[in-house]
């Protein structure tokens, strides 16, 4: 599945690979009028081109809803780089055929770059051929595991109407807070650790193959927060339904009743 990913992305978008930046499309957004995005008090017709332009610890804001534009970020991992999108209660939508809604994808180096993508939707309505996992809301992989992309999803709403709503691959995600639904797992994570604070994750019951939350090889999902959470006793033979974090700051692991 990661080969196939990496090659259609390297098909789709050229084999460039750009140092902490972005490939751009030439299509992307040319015909914008109003401003996508903003770093600091700088202004870009697209959010390519702000994603082009951002720098480690900055931050892009979100002017308005985004749609039917397949978003994909390379960098490196050879230098820090940090970066937020806040979406701004706006929502990123993509319809496209096997097309995740945002795209994260890392390699070449031994630092671990990090995205943070808060305040906002991802949905995406894309349709998957025959077993392709390629329509998820938001996929996260690291391109040659010399390094593990961390994505940090804070008070964020992702679904996806033909595959998980997040596909981690040899990567981490840190849910600080979502409400994440999806056609066939909630979370899928593969080769690489999920931590959850809070969140609700849900499949239908009759369409799930795996469940709400899926580990797979190495991978494992947490749900022990800093600060307690309570969750279902059986929330790790929990499947097709849904699955819920609640994070309280004033429960302490070792309060006699943090369990």
Not at 49 to 71: H, Y
Request: hydrophobic fraction near 40%; include cysteine.
């Amino acid at each position: 599945v990661s080969l196939k990913m990496r090659n259609k992305i390297t098909k789709r978008l050229g084999s460039l690979f750009l140092s902490a930046a972005l490939l751009l499309p030439a299509a992307a957004g040319a015909f914008a009028v109003e401003p996508q995005a903003q770093i600091g008090t700088t202004q870009y017709t697209t959010l390519w081109e702000a994603l082009e332009k951002v720098q480690d610890g900055q931050t892009i804001e979100i002017l308005r809803d985004i749609s039917n534009e397949e978003l994909t970020l390379f960098c490196s991992c050879e230098a820090s780089f940090n970066i937020t999108i806040d979406l701004n209660d706006h929502t990123m939508y993509e319809s496209t055929t096997n097309s995740p809604g945002f795209s994260y994808i890392a390699g070449g180096g031994s630092v671990a770059p990090k995205v943070t993508i808060r305040d906002g939707t991802i949905r995406c309505t894309s349709k998957a051929t025959v077993g392709s996992p390629y329509a998820s809301g938001i996929w996260v992989e690291s391109m040659d595991r010399t390094c593990r992309p961390v994505l940090v999803l804070d008070n964020m709403t992702t679904s996806t109407a033909h595959d998980a709503g997040v596909n981690c691959i040899d990567a981490q995600a840190n849910v600080m807070g979502a409400a994440i639904s999806a056609y066939d797992d909630a979370i899928y994570a593969q080769d690489g650790p999920v931590y959850i604070q809070a969140g609700n994750f849900y499949t239908p019951n009759d369409v799930s193959k795996n469940g709400a939350l899926v580990a797979k090889n190495k991978a494992t999902i947490s749900m022990t927060a800093q600060d307690g959470i309570i969750r279902p006793e059986n929330w790790q033979q929990q499947k097709s339904t849904l699955v819920r974090a609640i994070w309280f700051k004033d429960v302490r692991p070792y309060d006699w009743f943090y369990d």
